[in-house]
Every structure is written in C-alpha cells, then in structure tokens.
C-alpha cells in the first residue's frame, strides 16, 4: 500500500497531477485546495497517499497535509461517502472551515457543497462531532509547537497547538483561547478537556 510520494512534479490538470517517481509516474488526485498550494512544474513534491484498491484499478488520492488526509479518512467513515466524495468535500471547504461546519451543524453549508445531500450533510456532523475535535489533537505537533502563557495550563497549549494544525494562524488562535476562557471563567475553563476546549474555540471562530 502506497502511503507517501516524494518525486518530481510531471503534469498537473484540473483534479490531479503526475508524479515522476525514479522514472515512473504516479496519477494522483488532489484537492483543490492543495492543487493550488503545488509548486511549479519540474519542483520537488511530497504527499501524502491514500490508496483505493478496487477491481478495475487502484486510485492514488493525495494530500499536501497530514491532517487533511485525517479528515479525508475520517469523511470517509460516514456512511455513503466514498473517496471521491470526500475529496470533493475537502474542495469545497478547507479543513478548518469544514470542522466549524460540522462543529455548528451548519447543514445549509454542507449541502452546497458537491454531492452533498441533505440526509448525508445531517449525517456528517452527527457522526463527526467528536472526531472533528480528535483530529486536531491527533494532528497537533509534539510538543506543542507554539506555546502559550503558563497560567493557560498545558490544556489550553495543545488546544493552540491543535487550532494551528486546523490553519488558524497563532493569534487567532490566541484570541479564541482567551475569549473562551473569558465567557466560561476561570473554574470552567480549567475544567474543559483538549476536545472540548478546541470546540468551544471553533464556535468562538466560526
């Protein structure tokens, strides 16, 4: 199973690119999103892989970020929602756009996206709630990356941590820390797990 590329980018089209690989080309398809973050023709490129083996061929979906592939996986859980689909999904919003989406069941959002019905948008943010949360701590760097000020705790740090995982830039992130902590106070925001912390943050940004 192929899980990462690293090579020479060959061909890029509208919903994939090539990959040259010590002489052989790998057909990838990507997100919009990451289509566009590509370097030129020619560069260097590293992605990460999820391989669909089916009958008939084995499809190569690739991602720019861990985490993207994480919610790629993690669309995949939800019943009706095949690789195609959820790579539609991450087209149509980024991931931490898509985690404020299913954070507020903000369905009118979801079925304006591609292939997105109603039935299948409920679904999602029932069955995703709790993991949308999870794969921000699961995603956030070691350590922490970014630290925030020691009376945060180390609660309020791998929630900062996990937030700039999502794409949300450090102050930002800082500001919904510190809105969250101001409208709970000081015992209830002590109190909050990583989860819980991130998705209170991610009603604070949406």
């Given at each position: 199973m192929i899980a990462t590329l690293s090579g020479s980018l060959l061909i890029r089209s509208q919903d994939r690119v090539v990959i040259d690989v010590g002489g052989v080309g790998y057909e990838v398809f990507l997100s919009t999103d990451s289509l566009s973050r590509l370097p030129e023709t020619g560069d260097s490129v590293f992605l990460y892989i999820y391989t669909q083996v089916r009958e008939d061929a084995i499809v190569l979906?690739?991602?720019?970020?861990?985490?993207?592939?994480?919610?790629f996986l993690i669309l995949r859980s939800v019943s009706g929602v095949g690789p195609k689909l959820a790579l539609s999904v991450l087209s149509g919003l980024r991931v931490p756009d898509l985690c404020?989406?299913?954070?507020d069941r903000d369905i009118k959002r979801l079925v304006a996206l591609p292939g997105i019905g109603k039935k299948t948008a409920e679904r999602v943010?029932?069955?995703?709630?709790?993991?949308?949360?999870?794969?921000?701590?699961?995603?956030?760097?070691?350590?922490g990356?970014?630290?925030?000020?020691?009376?945060?705790?180390?609660?309020?740090?791998?929630?900062?941590?996990?937030?700039?995982?999502?794409?949300?830039p450090d102050p930002m992130a800082q500001q919904a820390l510190s809105a969250v902590r101001k409208r709970l106070g000081e015992d209830?925001?002590?109190?909050?797990?990583v989860a819980e912390l991130i998705r209170e943050c991610l009603r604070t940004l949406a």
């Open positions: 979906f690739g991602f720019l970020e861990e985490g993207e592939k994480e919610m404020q989406a299913i954070v943010c029932v069955d995703l709630q709790e993991k949308v949360a999870h794969l921000a701590v699961s995603t956030a760097a070691p350590g990356g970014m630290a925030v000020a020691s009376p945060m705790g180390s609660t309020a740090a791998d929630a900062l941590s996990a937030l700039i995982n999502l794409g949300y209830s925001f002590g109190a909050l797990q």
